[in-house]
């Protein structure tokens, strides 16, 4: 794209701001909304374990399974999520996370045993791994160029409220052990996502891959009306007509001609969970409990601060200088902060383990300073390896093979989730909880050096640009080693 076309789009920008705020603010309730779905999934179980231990005797094994069969759901989730998204549509593949969303959350919430919970928690995760596919791949082909990063980082924004939110209700009835009133909560924000995504139309692209140009042209108008509609269209139209001269096969997916950005979005999405952001998620009220925080409500009160806030004001950071700062450098400044946190965390583990925390009426000095070292984990993974890696997620793949390769990245995702989450506490009792966390430390290394040697930098650049700089070594070069 020239220069001339850049500044006319950021024009276009400055004008859709006032014109259209309303679509904009439409696509981006519907971002905000699924993410919180995850989010508060995510954040809830925390403050729900101990209510659920105690009604039903779980042991560490169970507790584990019902705390990760979420993320087993999700995996599972992601790969349908894929086709759905490029058969159903956009849209109503995030409907149906929605509905899965609100049976799941009941189930769990009226659960008479362990059995019906794990299954509630499976559907629970079904609609999240759908929701995690839709939700962003709408936002990636309903957003400008210039604003591309920012709405799919609206997403993890928006999962870090949801946590967030689940944090403060944990808190909230922490002393009243409703632990199914803090699982059924969840039903609220999924039907209020029915009712935001029902007046928004699809994706401009997926309307043209349906050959329906004149929705394609309405739903573009409506979030870019100041564009030349039949250039952005034409453009698109030729795009999907490159993608439809072969079959949108998984085949095609795992071909020799797509295995570089496959490779890297996978990578990337394993990577993200196996620096242990879900276990310290899940497993917050644990954790602080073995550095000192005794009580429920001082767990549940150190959770919503010391994780569940920092956790929303630093994505902020991601969601403001994304599309200026650039993908590389925010995943390499976040990963150097989470490794030194992890260290500094797992070094405290070692002193707790040395001293007797069963009589105190409160944190060690070792206590505060593995909190303190929470707080910098959160606040780096917040504004890189977050928001950055789904937006990194939703650009790199061509359009031929998008919702497929997506899925299979985020399904990947959940799989390493999955993983984190069921042999943690095995890992603490079988380690230590030094151990796992310097464990942790040792991926977020392997991560900051694979995306400064392999990662483009996909900043500025459209969906069609990416797609041909796969084709061209020295284009992939020149992204690598960019540093605008």
């Known amino acids: 794209m020239s220069t001339t076309e850049n500044t006319a789009e950021d024009l276009d920008g400055q004008k859709k701001k006032v014109k259209i705020s309303g679509a904009l603010i439409g696509v981006g309730l519907v971002i905000m909304l699924a993410g919180a779905l995850f989010g508060y999934d995510q954040g809830v179980i925390s403050g729900a374990l101990d209510g659920i231990k105690r009604q039903f005797d779980t042991s560490t094994i169970l507790t584990e399974i019902i705390t990760s069969w979420v993320t087993l759901g999700a995996m599972v989730g992601a790969l349908v999520a894929g086709t759905a998204a490029d058969r159903l549509g956009r849209r109503w593949t995030i409907l149906m996370a929605s509905v899965l969303f609100v049976v799941g959350a009941l189930v769990e919430s009226l659960a008479p045993g362990t059995t019906v919970l794990v299954i509630g928690r499976f559907l629970v995760g079904f609609g999240v791994g759908v929701a995690s596919v839709a939700a962003p791949l709408y936002a990636a082909e309903m957003a400008p160029t210039r604003l591309r990063g920012r709405f799919v980082s609206l997403y993890q924004l928006a999962i870090t409220m949801g946590i967030f939110v689940a944090y403060f209700v944990n808190y909230l009835l922490s002393h009243s052990n409703k632990w199914r009133v803090m699982l059924g909560v969840s039903a609220i924000p999924a039907v209020l996502l029915v009712l935001a995504i029902l007046p928004l139309p699809d994706s401009p692209r997926w309307y043209m891959k349906m050959h329906r140009r004149e929705k394609a042209e309405k739903s573009l108008k409506r979030v870019e009306p100041e564009c030349d509609l039949t250039e952005r269209i034409d453009e698109i139209e030729k795009a999907i007509e490159e993608d439809e001269k072969k079959s949108p096969s998984w085949a095609t997916v795992f071909s020799s001609q797509w295995r570089k950005p496959l490779i890297i979005g996978v990578t990337l999405a394993v990577l993200q969970q196996l620096t242990g952001i879900n276990a310290v998620i899940y497993y917050a009220n644990q954790i602080f409990a073995a550095a000192g925080f005794h009580s429920a409500a001082t767990q549940s009160l150190a959770t919503l601060w010391a994780i ?177």
């Open 308 to 484: 569940g806030a920092v956790n929303v004001v630093a994505t902020f950071i991601a969601v403001a200088w994304v599309d200026r700062f650039g993908r590389k450098p925010l995943l390499m400044i976040g990963t150097t902060g989470m490794f030194l946190s992890l260290v500094l965390i797992g070094a405290m583990y070692l002193k707790l383990d040395h001293q007797s925390t069963a009589t105190a009426s409160a944190p060690s000095a070792a206590g505060i300073v593995t909190l303190i070292g929470l707080v910098v984990f959160i606040a780096s993974f917040a504004f890189s390896l977050g928001p950055v890696v789904w937006t990194v997620i939703n650009e790199i793949f061509p359009g031929e093979v998008r919702g497929k390769a997506v899925a299979a990245a985020t399904a990947a995702n959940w799989f390493a989730a999955w993983l984190v989450t069921q042999f943690f506490l095995t890992l603490v009792d079988a380690i230590g909880s030094t151990g796992v966390f310097w464990l942790f430390a040792g991926f977020c290394v392997v991560t900051y050096f694979f995306v400064r040697g392999f990662l483009p930098e996909t900043k500025g650049r459209s969906l069609e640009e990416i797609q041909t700089m796969w084709g061209d070594p020295k284009k992939i070069y020149a992204a690598i080693h960019d540093h605008r």
